[in-house]
């Protein structure tokens, strides 16, 4: 029951880590030839618009309600093919003229994006940056909603798959900009849009592989479409208000030189943790709940639900602490070298540990949304994340004059709990499917007290590799000692105050006999 679950979150979650182990390849390079400067600022705000409104459009919003209403047509044997032609269809038309009007109104949005680069030459670099690389939208978005095609079949490997060519592509366009003595600002913007067409190439080909194919053609205004563009309508708005917050982030960093990579390194790290448990979890969970409801399987969707939520915080919690003790280990390891000084490697750390803070929640984020958008309501979320945005623009702006750019990572994080409590709180009133059980319990203090025992692990650890990590010939090995000493300690403390079973981990992944 939930180990077919936990199968599939570990196969994506698998796939994720292997992505991000590549993005590290790919930022650790970024570090070294760009640094914390004027050209990494105004290319990462660039890259994160076109991604800030794939999330707005896709993953964030219409996905979310798109794969419920696929999934539950699967179940039922109805025609979900022609359902997903005219969503595929309908998101086409609308991002096409979109990509063009984006492209043409660049400056307006990159001043929206970051108002501190006007006056410098941070804001034309983005612009240009921007111009070349926002039809990225396109692609991703389209890939997007294939991804959800597939995971509803589950074809969780191909879906995986998917984001290890994008950093891949900025890899090979990176050796070659160094080889060939490219500009290496405008290489990583001319990269952008490739990666896009590849993911694109690569999701179309393996949802025919899967029995579904899909061609380009003018939408139509179906009943169907109908509803799920009512029912993506309110999850729209709420990826909208999640972008806000981001927004408000960039804002305030645009305003110090160097902050914006300092948050995007930041940013990376922990989207480590967070991509291969959290996001798996969510992707994972919303089919197999919608698929539970559509059926009356009541209990099986509270077993998915709790072992999921379980799953997610054994392995996040330990992951949050080991970001806030041993922010500064990891960022000076793995970024400081090149163009990247020690003053980037403290900035970086300290929003990192206020990241971390924020891990478990955005985290139980994605565990706990599935649980509004199995039933197909979108509007409460999008409630919760009105006050989120709230306390995000009220802590980031209000507490900028003290703290400066940390102002904006910390309210990521008061937000992200924010939004957390609201989902639990909002939660209370749905049928038993949406309970902790007694095993979840018992054992969410267990796995605190053993996350403790591991952040208490690390810091000593941390003192005494303090010269191995300073020194350039062993700091790989000290940081390997240094994370594998945590690992070994969580995992031990854990199995003595019974905060999980390891067996229980070899049972979920042990595939069931044919």
Do not use: C
């Amino acid at each position: 029951m939930s180990k077919g679950l936990i199968r599939n979150v570990v196969t994506l979650g698998g796939w994720t880590l292997l992505s991000r182990g590549a993005g590290f390849a790919r930022d650790v390079m970024m570090a070294n030839y760009l640094g914390a400067g004027a050209v990494s600022d105004a290319f990462f705000v660039a890259q994160s618009l076109p991604n800030m409104f794939r999330r707005f459009f896709a993953e964030g919003a219409f996905n979310q309600a798109f794969v419920p209403m696929f999934a539950k047509k699967v179940e039922a044997g109805e025609d979900a093919q022609a359902f997903a032609q005219d969503a595929f269809n309908g998101m086409a038309a609308l991002l096409v003229v979109f990509t063009v009007v984006g492209t043409l109104a660049m400056p307006l949005l990159v001043w929206a994006m970051a108002s501190g680069f006007v006056g410098d030459g941070r804001f034309d670099l983005a612009v240009t940056y921007g111009e070349i690389g926002f039809s990225y939208i396109l692609f991703i978005s389209l890939v997007a909603l294939l991804s959800g095609v597939l995971v509803t079949n589950g074809r969780f490997t191909e879906a995986g798959f998917v984001p290890i060519l994008m950093n891949l592509a900025f890899i090979g366009s990176m050796w070659m900009a160094d080889w060939r003595g490219w500009d290496m600002g405008m290489t990583l913007a001319w990269t952008l849009p490739v990666t896009g067409a590849l993911q694109f190439g690569f999701t179309w080909f393996s949802a025919r592989a899967a029995g579904h194919t899909f061609t380009l053609g003018l939408p139509r205004w179906t009943p169907e479409l109908k509803r799920l563009t009512l029912i993506a309508g309110p999850a729209i708005l709420a990826g909208g208000v999640v972008q806000i917050n981001l927004l408000v982030g960039r804002q305030v960093a645009s305003h110090t030189e160097g902050a914006v990579a300092w948050m995007s390194y930041a940013d990376r790290l922990y989207q480590l943790p967070l991509g291969v448990v959290g996001i798996a979890i969510g992707t994972a969970l919303l089919p197999d709940l919608s698929r539970r409801l559509r059926a009356g399987d009541l209990e099986g969707g509270r077993a998915s639900f709790n072992r999921g939520a379980e799953f997610a915080l054994a392995l996040t919690l330990p992951a949050a602490v080991a970001l806030v003790v041993i922010a500064m280990p990891l960022v000076q390891v793995l970024f400081q070298r090149g163009a990247f000084g020690p003053d980037d490697t403290a900035n970086t750390a300290m929003v990192l540990a206020a990241y971390g803070l924020g891990l478990p929640a955005f985290v139980l984020h994605k565990v706990l949304q599935p649980l509004y958008y199995a039933r197909e309501d979108t509007r409460s979320p999008f409630r919760f994340a009105i006050w989120s945005m709230v306390v995000n623009a009220g802590f980031a702006v209000g507490l900028m004059p003290v703290m400066g750019y940390l102002a904006a990572a910390l309210a990521t994080t008061v937000s992200g709990w924010t939004m957390v409590w609201q989902l639990w709180h909002g939660s209370r009133r749905m049928d038993d499917a949406a309970r902790f059980d007694a095993r979840f319990k018992s054992r969410l203090p267990r796995i605190l007290l053993a996350s403790a025992i591991m952040g208490v692990v690390l810091w000593g650890l941390a003192v005494v590799l303090g010269p191995a990590l300073d020194a350039a010939k062993w700091r790989w090995i000290a940081l390997g000692a240094l994370v594998g000493g945590g690992i070994v300690s969580y995992f031990a403390a854990g199995t003595l105050v019974g905060a999980f079973r390891i067996s229980e981990f070899k049972s979920a992944l042990r595939r069931k006999k044919a």
